[in-house]
């Protein structure tokens, strides 16, 4: 039996799992000496490949100097140097920025800022949230009572979450109901733009978002914008809102910020959210404050992918490799096949319950490549660095039991 306990697997019925030995640009090295092709980047993650010589040469300076240190009571240059870098990427107004350890912790956050938020201005009733059906945020408490569950990934927490709205996507007429029967009580409404990624890499419209500012404005609630899979340049733009020309009161980065190499996030909020929270009164004070927030390692890492996104066109390489899977997959045909979904460096097949997933699993790794299918997605967001042949060999193990 084993001691590590793996994440959404019931252990009893788990296979052996390929042991990687080390990673170089997008390809795994297994113990048993085959090689993997990585379609998913490490859960979408590792933007620029594995072990890229000016992100190791960044970190190895930084642990030259300090590995960690709280910033609680002290500061640190990385921190510092990666809040400005934050500030002048990201949607116009987001002018603070807030670190923690991971994309769920972040959009922990951001719903604990959207609710002080009202609180420190004498109307803690605004506590309730609305969020996309079929959304996923992250699998803490708070977090998990704006991801919608499918049959199986947050059902056993059902019962001890706090009741939220939900809307579906582009249906502006369904959220504008929901606000204008329950704005005393609701204090943000937070989406993932463009698309919804662990929900079945849903896509939906730039306008929706456009509506949905104005309506939140009208409203008074406040907009968050989780970025965590979809910031970086995943679907395009260097963050998925900028199609939409907005910005959010609060954004939620994660996962590509540090190029995939150390948990980390940022909640950056707007100077309207920021200045309720700045005052005389200690009790207006935000309360939040993981012990690794800001650490060094991280931050340096996160600056110097900045650098190699603006030093390598990413931007260019996600176009192209639209345009690649667009060409490898747009005219695939099958009677399996219910969608298929490409944007950016994302692609996913959707297919109906008569695909054995699991042998869509195995006879990709037969073919060298390494995808992680769940629920009826197949699917693929690689690192920017991968290769036409190398989306080629992706996109056929994709497709090859279909
Ligand atoms: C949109 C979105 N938000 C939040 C999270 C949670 O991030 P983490 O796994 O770093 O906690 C994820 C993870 O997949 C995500 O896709």
């Given at each position: 039996m084993s001691t590590l306990w793996y994440p959404y697997v019931q252990m009893k019925k788990k296979d052996d799992y390929p042991e990687v030995v080390s990673a170089k640009g997008v390809i795994l090295n297994l113990k048993s000496g085959e090689y993997l092709i990585d379609a998913t980047s490490s859960w979408w993650s590792v933007i620029h490949g594995y072990n890229h010589p000016r992100l190791n040469k960044a970190l190895n300076e930084q642990i030259k100097k300090m590995a960690h240190v709280m910033l609680g009571g002290l500061t640190h240059e990385p921190a510092k140097l990666l809040a400005d870098v934050l500030v002048e990427i990201t949607p116009k107004g987001l002018n603070h920025v807030f670190f923690s350890d991971s994309g769920s912790v972040a959009c922990e956050v951001a719903i604990k800022m959207a609710v002080q938020y009202y609180a420190n201005q004498g109307r803690p009733e605004k506590m309730r949230l609305v969020a996309l059906k079929k959304g996923y945020h992250g699998d803490t408490l708070g977090v998990m009572s704006v991801g919608t569950d499918d049959e199986s990934m947050h059902a056993a927490f059902k019962h001890v979450l706090p009741t939220q709205f939900f809307v579906t996507p582009d249906d502006v007429k369904e959220?504008?109901?929901?606000?204008?029967?329950?704005?005393?009580?609701?204090?943000?409404?937070?989406?993932?733009?463009?698309?919804?990624?662990?929900?079945?890499?849903?896509?939906?419209?730039?306008?929706?978002?456009?509506?949905?500012?104005?309506?939140?404005?009208?409203?008074?609630?406040?907009?968050?914008?989780?970025?965590?899979?979809?910031?970086?340049?995943?679907?395009?733009?260097?963050?998925?809102?900028?199609?939409?020309?907005?910005?959010?009161?609060?954004?939620?980065?994660?996962?590509?910020?540090?190029?995939?190499?150390?948990?980390?996030?940022?909640?950056?909020?707007?100077?309207?959210?920021?200045?309720?929270?700045y005052d005389?009164?200690?009790?207006?004070?935000?309360?939040?404050?993981?012990?690794?927030?800001?650490?060094?390692?991280?931050?340096?890492?996160?600056?110097?992918?900045?650098?190699?996104?603006?030093?390598?066109?990413?931007?260019?390489?996600?176009?192209?490799?639209?345009?690649?899977?667009?060409?490898?997959?747009?005219?695939?045909?099958?009677?399996?096949?219910?969608?298929?979904?490409?944007?950016?460096?994302?692609?996913c097949i959707e297919v109906d319950n008569r695909v054995d997933m699991k042998r869509v699993q195995d006879e990709a790794k037969k073919q060298g490549?390494?995808?992680?299918?769940?629920?009826?997605?197949?699917?693929?967001?690689?690192?920017?660095?991968?290769?036409?042949?190398?989306?080629?060999?992706?996109?056929?193990?994709?497709?090859?039991?279909?």
């Amino acid at each position: 039996m084993s001691t590590l306990w793996y994440p959404y697997v019931q252990m009893k019925k788990k296979d052996d799992y390929p042991e990687v030995v080390s990673a170089k640009g997008v390809i795994l090295n297994l113990k048993s000496g085959e090689y993997l092709i990585d379609a998913t980047s490490s859960w979408w993650s590792v933007i620029h490949g594995y072990n890229h010589p000016r992100l190791n040469k960044a970190l190895n300076e930084q642990i030259k100097k300090m590995a960690h240190v709280m910033l609680g009571g002290l500061t640190h240059e990385p921190a510092k140097l990666l809040a400005d870098v934050l500030v002048e990427i990201t949607p116009k107004g987001l002018n603070h920025v807030f670190f923690s350890d991971s994309g769920s912790v972040a959009c922990e956050v951001a719903i604990k800022m959207a609710v002080q938020y009202y609180a420190n201005q004498g109307r803690p009733e605004k506590m309730r949230l609305v969020a996309l059906k079929k959304g996923y945020h992250g699998d803490t408490l708070g977090v998990m009572s704006v991801g919608t569950d499918d049959e199986s990934m947050h059902a056993a927490f059902k019962h001890v979450l706090p009741t939220q709205f939900f809307v579906t996507p582009d249906d502006v007429k369904e959220l504008e109901t929901v606000f204008e029967h329950n704005h005393t009580v609701i204090a943000a409404f937070i989406v993932e733009p463009l698309m919804q990624g662990a929900g079945g890499f849903v896509l939906y419209s730039a306008e929706y978002l456009r509506q949905a500012r104005v309506l939140c404005d009208r409203y008074d609630i406040l907009f968050i914008c989780d970025e965590v899979a979809t910031g970086f340049g995943r679907l395009g733009k260097l963050f998925a809102i900028n199609e939409a020309g907005v910005s959010p009161d609060i954004m939620v980065l994660g996962k590509g910020l540090t190029a995939g190499y150390i948990g980390h996030a940022a909640t950056c909020a707007s100077s309207k959210v920021f200045d309720a929270f700045y005052d005389d009164d200690p009790q207006k004070a935000f309360m939040h404050g993981p012990t690794f927030m800001g650490n060094p390692l991280a931050c340096a890492v996160a600056l110097e992918s900045l650098a190699l996104i603006k030093d390598t066109g990413v931007l260019a390489a996600v176009a192209h490799i639209e345009t690649q899977l667009n060409k490898q997959l747009k005219n695939i045909e099958s009677d399996y096949i219910k969608e298929i979904r490409i944007k950016g460096a994302m692609a996913c097949i959707e297919v109906d319950n008569r695909v054995d997933m699991k042998r869509v699993q195995d006879e990709a790794k037969k073919q060298g490549v390494w995808l992680r299918p769940f629920g009826r997605f197949i699917y693929t967001m690689p690192a920017y660095i991968v290769s036409d042949a190398e989306i080629k060999k992706i996109t056929d193990a994709m497709t090859h039991c279909l």
